[in-house]
């Protein structure tokens, strides 16, 4: 069983940045792709970014493309999420997932984890 806490919350003005952190524990983090997700109040749970095993690979929705870095240290067991240029629509609760290193469905798709953490607050203010 992978426990996964994510730290960084905060509220920053547009423009602004912010980096998220995922700490891992209870499994071998490098047999895990990783993503994080975002939900906004009354928004369903949206796909962010992903990185593979080896962190040779990422993946980030359009909306996040060039703003969002998505990077990962197999000898820490955390996975990190830089955001730089912030805009008021990226307000969520963003959480961090494990997955299994390979996946034959979407990468984008929830289904694509098996472990949650339990999200942490971005307020970006206009």
């Known amino acids: 069983q992978v426990q996964l806490v994510e730290s960084g919350a905060g509220l920053v003005q547009a423009g602004g940045s912010l980096r998220l952190s995922c700490a891992a524990s209870?499994?071998?983090?490098?047999?895990?792709?990783m993503g994080w997700f975002r939900q906004a109040p009354g928004k369903e749970r949206e796909f962010v970014a992903r990185?593979?095993?080896?962190?040779?690979?990422?993946y980030y929705a359009d909306s996040v493309k060039g703003r969002f870095t998505i990077s990962r240290d197999n000898a820490k067991n955390t996975v990190y999420l830089q955001m730089i240029s912030l805009k008021p629509e990226d307000t969520a609760v963003y959480y961090c997932?494990?997955?299994?290193?390979?996946?034959?469905?979407?990468?984008?798709?929830?289904?694509?984890?098996?472990?949650w953490g339990q999200g942490t607050q971005v307020t970006v203010s206009s």
């Open positions: 997932a494990a997955g299994p290193r390979f996946y034959s469905g979407s990468l984008y798709s929830r289904h694509a984890y098996d472990y």
């Open positions: 209870g499994g071998t983090f490098s047999n895990y792709a």
């Open positions: 990185i593979n095993w080896s962190g040779a690979n990422t």
